[in-house]
């Protein structure tokens, strides 16, 4: 069945680097794409998204780009604050001809100090 | 303020008893879905419906069940509650059309006894 690979699991930085976070999806239908921030003992939210025919897309300090041949969309934070550190999620949804989202693993980001 | 709500924050229940998590959302969403998700852990989906009547199961096998007799809600029932299903219980929502994107609750924190 479709599935989002979702690299790294883990990620550490030192304030102020760049985070780049990679997932890989397979169902070529898939056609928007969010991005999920859910800080410790909170809920997820969404922080950015990317529709199939936008190949980037940014707000501040974050940053999406999507391969759509390659299957294949990045989150980009820079300047990373420790407020960043929290557990990030891809889904890749697929809104035409049925519905279906399907989420990566997450990646846990810590930003040291 | 439009959102979704999510009742109890936290429950702790004895094996065997029968509980309800509540959900409900004020957004006018037609699609609505139940996730169980260990803290920071993946996402995994229990439970989804596209609208009033309609309800069906997800990838992750379960002994609950749910309901959708109104739009905004759509209540997760455990008839026979076992330490296995001790987890964190996420509601979340979307829309048909336009913006994709999910909003979760904060969540119902079961541990059974």
């Known amino acids: 069945g479709e599935n989002v690979e979702q690299h790294p699991s ?16 397979s169902d070529s239908a898939s056609n928007y ?10 809920r997820p ?16 300090r974050i940053a999406v780009t999507l391969n759509k041949t390659a299957k294949h969309f990045s989150l980009h934070i820079t300047e990373t604050q420790p407020e960043d550190s929290a557990v990030y999620f891809c889904a890749a949804i697929t809104y035409t001809g049925g519905f279906k989202t399907i989420f990566g693993a ?4 810590f930003v040291k100090a | 303020e439009a959102d979704i ?15 309800t998590l509540e959900c409900s959302q004020t957004m006018g969403h037609d699609k609505m ?11 995994h989906l229990i439970h989804y419906s596209y609208g009033v009547n309609s309800t069906e199961k997800g990838d992750l096998s379960s002994e609950s069940t749910v309901s959708r007799i109104r739009t905004e809600h759509f209540p997760l029932t455990l008839e026979s509650a076992r330490p296995s299903h ?8 979307s829309e048909y059309t336009g913006n994709y994107g999910y909003t979760f609750g904060s969540g119902t924190r079961l541990t059974v006894v």
Do not use: H
Not at chain 1, 10 to 25: H, N
Not at chain 1, 106 to 109: D, S, Y
Not at chain 2, 5 to 17: A, C, E, F, S
Not at chain 2, 86 to 93: D, F, G, I, M, V
């Open chain 1, 10 to 25: 883990t990620l550490s930085v030192q304030e102020g680097d760049s985070a780049v976070i990679k997932c890989t999806y």
């Open chain 1, 33 to 42: 794409f969010p991005w999920y921030k859910q800080e410790l003992g909170k």
């Open chain 1, 45 to 60: 939210q969404l922080i950015i998204d990317i529709r199939s025919n936008v190949g980037e897309k940014k707000d501040q």
């Open chain 1, 106 to 109: 997450g990646t846990r980001l």
């Open chain 2, 5 to 19: 709500y999510q009742t109890p924050r936290y429950l702790v229940i004895g094996t065997g008893k029968k509980i």
């Open chain 2, 33 to 43: 879905y139940w996730y169980q998700q260990d803290p920071g852990m993946e996402l």
């Open chain 2, 86 to 93: 001790t987890s964190q219980y996420l509601c979340a929502s």
